[in-house]
Structure formats: C-alpha cells, structure tokens
C-alpha cells in the first residue's frame, strides 16, 4: 500500500463545486488472513482471534500484523486505488497502529466491511480494529461492546439533491424518495429530523453506498444522504458532479473514529494514544520531514513525546518511540489530512472543527506525560 493517494485519470478534470462547511463521514466477511494488505481473500472463520477478550496486542504481534475493517467505497477516506491498493484518510490511521508496533507502516490487512457487517466482525474477532467512517454513539459505546478511541473526523449528515430541482433546504424535501445505507445512522437521524419538521418521506434502503449512488444518479430516487464528507467524496466521482448540489443543513453530529471492542483496556489505549500521537506532533510542529530535527531535544515535553525521556511506550506495553515511528512512517495529522482530503486532492476540504484548537478547530491531546 502506499501513502499518496492515487485516483484514476478521468477524476483529475473534475472541479468540485460548492462550499461544504464541515464534512466528515457516518455512513460507516469472514476472511482469510494469509498475508498482509490481501485484497482476493476467501471467506473462512478460521482465523479469528481466539480470545476474544483477552490480549489483542499478543495475538497481533504473534501475528506479525493487524487486521482492520475498513471502507473500500469511498474516495478520500477508504477505497480501492487504480493499482487495487487501499488508501485514503482512515486507512492511514490505521497505518499508524502498525507503524507504532511493528516500525512498519504496511504491517496491516484491510478487510473491507460493510455497515452491517463491521460491529459483528469487531465483536467476533475478526479483525483487531474498525477504522470505517464509524459514528461514536452511546447504543454503540455500551450496547454493542465497543469501545471509540479519539475522533479523527467531526462531521455531520448531509443530502444531496440534483442541482435543476430546485430544492434548497430540507422543509423542500416533502413527499420524495430518498435513499439510505442500511446499517448505518442515517436512517434514524433522517427520521427524527424530519419527524422534527413534520415532513413526510420514502426511505429507499440500500445494502451499500455504490447502490444507493447508482439508484440516485438514475433518477430512481429524489435524494440520498449520508454524512458531509461521504457526500462530497461521492460526487467527485459522478458523472456530472455539478449537476448535484449538497443542502446546508447538517441532520446531526457525527464524529467519526477508530474502534474496538470492550474488555482489553491495553489495546484501547494503544489506540488511542497513538491516534493523539498524530495530533499531538501537528500541534509541537512535529512532521515525517523535520522530525528528525526533534529526536535529543532539550525541551522535556519533546523529549517525553519522542521516547528520548520517561518510559510511556512501555506503559503501554509497546516501544518508548512509538510516536516517533507514527510520525516517521505516516505523519502527523496535518499531513494525514492534507494527503487524503486537503487543498491538492480535488476533495479540498476545509479542516473547520477537524484542525487544532488553537486554530479555531477542536482537536486536541491530553499531554504525553
């Protein structure tokens, strides 16, 4: 796998329209796990982890890698490039987890989930982690057995409309058909909003989000929603993006991030700090290209963050550098961002809530002492 994103020749001409305030992404087998990053795997149950409750980071380093449910449906954040190799904003994070274990970014296997398939896959065993456009809700956290580490991506829910109907605000929306993914939060918070405004509807289910696109673009149905940023990764690749506008309205909260399964607090931590790692390195200035430039620094909260100082890796039970690995192999958040979804991809989203706090943002790590 590899960290730039590539994306097949005829979206290079695509000039994506409209301002999208904040955008990031809700809506969201039994493989065989041969080999790292196989994408041709045939379904079996035999590799499960089989301890379910016991401890993930013996049975991943025994491995040799982690397994991680992901997208492959969605530009930007997790799909298939035009050399069949996965990438995009969730799929390096979940390179930072191998980065810090292993000192080796491609030390993962993607294992491509649906919404309705992805908490069974997580709560069975097989797979290790759920990096998937996921949204962190309380029936979710407690109900279903996950625990979510930090949000990578605050975003909300969005519709798309076709731009000549006219139609510019939700109230609009009386009586048409829209399309949703089932499995995801989609459908109940387009149920309470409209319920809300009194509006009456036909939700149109899908069991992903290539059909609910496909039966949009053929005039099957009105509208169809899904969180901002799915909605702008899918009209960049539709025939003609310009001839779909997004509403301004946002239906509800959805912050997006990685998840695991209850009861190994040692993973869930490692997941987590590593996942502050990056934003934490964005804010000391931190970058895969200076951060050499770090390692012996006199400043103590450098020195604690770089492994140079203190034991905080070995709290973890994982090596006191492994920010450093994270930072080196992937980036920090900044670079994450831009590479997947920043001004040079045609996605070119604004940050909004996802940049720092001192930048008019929201995110922000607990210090690294």
């Given at each position: 796998?590899?960290?730039?994103?590539?994306?097949?020749?005829?979206?290079?001409?695509?000039?994506?329209?409209?301002?999208?305030?904040?955008?990031?992404c809700?809506?969201e087998?039994?493989?065989?796990?041969?080999?790292?990053?196989?994408?041709?795997?045939?379904?079996?149950?035999?590799?499960?982890?089989?301890?379910?409750?016991g401890?993930?980071?013996?049975?991943?380093?025994?491995r040799?890698?982690?397994?991680v449910?992901?997208n492959?449906?969605l530009?930007?954040?997790?799909?298939?490039?035009?050399?069949?190799e996965?990438e995009?904003?969730d799929?390096?994070?979940?390179?930072?987890?191998?980065?810090?274990?292993?000192?080796?970014?491609?030390?993962?296997e993607i294992?491509?989930?649906?919404?309705q398939?992805?908490?069974?896959?997580?709560?069975?065993?097989?797979?290790d982690?759920?990096?998937?456009?996921?949204?962190?809700?309380?029936?979710?956290d407690?109900?279903?057995?996950?625990?979510?580490?930090?949000?990578?991506?605050?975003?909300?829910?969005?519709?798309m409309?076709?731009?000549?109907?006219?139609?510019?605000?939700?109230?609009?929306?009386?009586?048409?058909?829209?399309?949703?993914e089932?499995?995801?939060?989609?459908?109940?918070?387009?149920?309470?909003?409209?319920?809300?405004?009194?509006?009456?509807?036909?939700?149109?289910?899908?069991?992903?989000?290539?059909?609910?696109?496909?039966?949009?673009?053929?005039?099957?149905?009105?509208?169809?929603?899904?969180?901002?940023?799915?909605?702008?990764?899918?009209?960049?690749?539709?025939?003609?993006?310009?001839?779909h506008?997004?509403?301004?309205?946002?239906l509800?909260?959805?912050?997006?991030?990685?998840?695991?399964?209850?009861?190994?607090?040692?993973?869930?931590?490692?997941?987590k700090?590593?996942t502050?790692?990056?934003?934490?390195?964005e804010?000391?200035?931190?970058?895969?290209?200076?951060?050499?430039?770090?390692?012996?620094?006199?400043?103590?909260?450098i020195?604690?963050?770089?492994?140079?100082?203190?034991?905080?890796g070995?709290m973890?039970?994982?090596?006191?550098?492994?920010?450093?690995?994270?930072?080196k192999?992937?980036?920090?958040?900044?670079?994450?961002?831009?590479?997947?979804?920043?001004p040079?991809?045609?996605?070119?989203?604004e940050?909004?809530?996802?940049?720092?706090?001192?930048?008019?943002?929201?995110?922000?790590?607990?210090?690294?002492?």
């Amino acid at each position: 796998m590899k960290g730039k994103m590539k994306l097949i020749t005829f979206l290079l001409s695509i000039t994506l329209i409209g301002a999208v305030l904040l955008v990031g992404c809700s809506a969201e087998g039994d493989e065989t796990a041969a080999e790292p990053n196989d994408t041709d795997q045939a379904d079996t149950t035999d590799d499960k982890n089989q301890d379910v409750d016991g401890n993930t980071l013996a049975t991943v380093l025994d491995r040799g890698y982690v397994i991680v449910g992901g997208n492959n449906q969605l530009p930007g954040f997790g799909y298939l490039n035009s050399d069949g190799e996965y990438e995009g904003f969730d799929i390096d994070f979940a390179k930072t987890i191998a980065a810090a274990l292993f000192d080796d970014p491609e030390a993962i296997e993607i294992r491509p989930l649906s919404a309705q398939e992805r908490f069974t896959a997580l709560q069975t065993g097989e797979i290790d982690l759920l990096i998937r456009n996921t949204t962190w809700t309380l029936d979710r956290d407690v109900a279903l057995g996950t625990n979510f580490t930090p949000t990578t991506f605050y975003d909300g829910q969005g519709i798309m409309v076709r731009a000549d109907s006219g139609i510019t605000s939700i109230e609009e929306l009386e009586g048409a058909r829209i399309g949703v993914e089932t499995g995801t939060t989609t459908e109940s918070n387009l149920a309470d909003e409209f319920r809300k405004y009194g509006i009456t509807y036909e939700q149109v289910l899908f069991d992903d989000s290539d059909a609910v696109v496909e039966a949009y673009e053929s005039g099957n149905i009105d509208a169809w929603t899904t969180d901002k940023s799915g909605l702008v990764s899918r009209q960049a690749t539709m025939q003609e993006p310009s001839a779909h506008v997004i509403l301004s309205e946002s239906l509800s909260k959805e912050p997006l991030g990685p998840t695991v399964r209850h009861g190994d607090d040692q993973w869930f931590d490692i997941v987590k700090w590593v996942t502050l790692a990056t934003i934490e390195a964005e804010e000391l200035g931190i970058t895969s290209a200076n951060y050499e430039d770090f390692l012996d620094s006199e400043d103590p909260v450098i020195r604690r963050f770089m492994g140079d100082e203190g034991e905080l890796g070995q709290m973890l039970g994982i090596e006191d550098d492994f920010a450093v690995r994270v930072i080196k192999h992937v980036g920090n958040y900044q670079e994450i961002y831009d590479r997947n979804l920043g001004p040079d991809t045609i996605f070119n989203l604004e940050r909004g809530l996802n940049d720092l706090y001192t930048n008019g943002g929201i995110l922000y790590s607990p210090p690294f002492r």
